[in-house]
């Protein structure tokens, strides 16, 4: 059996490679719309004697917020002194995960596609390709509903930590009778939550693709002729 490599860019019209670079670049997207992500809220307090003060709330990926300061040192606000304080919250669990895994597929479809494109003859000539193909995309199907699922918790929880109520929950100040806290500018998250959306796109793209997979093993093969193979008729010998 030749092994050696073979260019040859038909897979690509086919939807075993085609469907392979849809999922590259939808691993593209997924992290990129998701790490390297910073934000600023800003945070206007209204104080009992009619001044106003403010004060920035950054937060940046992997989200670590209670290691974020919201008041560094000891700062005057509003004629309190107030000690360091952080943001409340942590998700860069489920942000790295995310972004773990997109990285993942992104690293597994380069080299899936250098497998179509060069060593097609090789892959279908063996039993071992198609099936390792197969049950890594089964795989990524379960760890890509669970990613998103996890980052669309720990996005909630950074959306949840950084607006007006969660804000007045970190800063005992805002718990005044006399202080007003209110975000009065918010982060655009907008990427934030196309991440989202495009992790549950590569699920789906790579449940469809799983199909399309599972066609190239020999578990297809010999469920098709075992269905075909009942139905042909012998010819009598002739006496």
Same mark, same amino acid.
């Given at each position: 059996m030749m092994t050696g490599f073979r260019?040859?860019?038909s897979p690509l019209k086919e939807p075993l490679g085609f469907v392979k670079l849809v999922e590259w670049l939808t691993a593209i997207f997924a992290f990129g719309s998701c790490g390297g992500?910073? &934000?600023?809220?800003?945070?206007?307090? @209204?104080? &009992?004697?009619?001044?106003?003060?403010? @004060?920035?709330?950054?937060?940046?990926?992997?989200?670590r917020l209670s290691q974020v300061p919201l008041v560094e040192g000891n700062t005057s606000l509003c004629n309190h002194s107030v000690t360091t304080t952080h943001l409340m919250g942590d998700s860069a669990s489920s942000a790295e995960f995310f972004v773990g895994i997109a990285i993942v597929c992104f690293l597994y479809c380069m080299v899936a596609l250098l497998v179509y494109l060069g060593y097609m003859h090789v892959y279908k000539d063996s039993d071992f390709g198609p099936i390792f193909d197969f049950v890594v995309t089964a795989i990524l199907v379960f760890l890509w509903?669970?990613?998103s699922s996890a980052w669309a918790k720990g996005l909630q929880n950074v959306k949840d930590a950084t607006d007006t109520d969660g804000i007045?929950?970190?800063l005992a100040l805002c718990k005044g009778s006399n202080i007003t806290c209110e975000v009065t500018e918010f982060a655009n998250m907008r990427t934030l939550n196309i991440s989202v959306v495009f992790g549950y796109l590569n699920m789906f793209v790579w449940a469809g693709n799983a199909w399309f997979v599972y066609k190239e093993t020999r578990w297809h093969?010999?469920?098709f002729s075992s269905q075909t193979g009942p139905g042909r008729q012998q010819v009598p010998a002739p006496i």
């Open positions: 260019l040859n860019l992500y910073s &934000g600023k809220n800003i945070v206007s307090l @209204l104080c &009992g004697d009619g001044r106003n003060e403010t @004060l920035d709330a950054n937060f940046h990926y992997p989200f509903l669970v990613c007045g929950n970190t093969s010999q469920k």
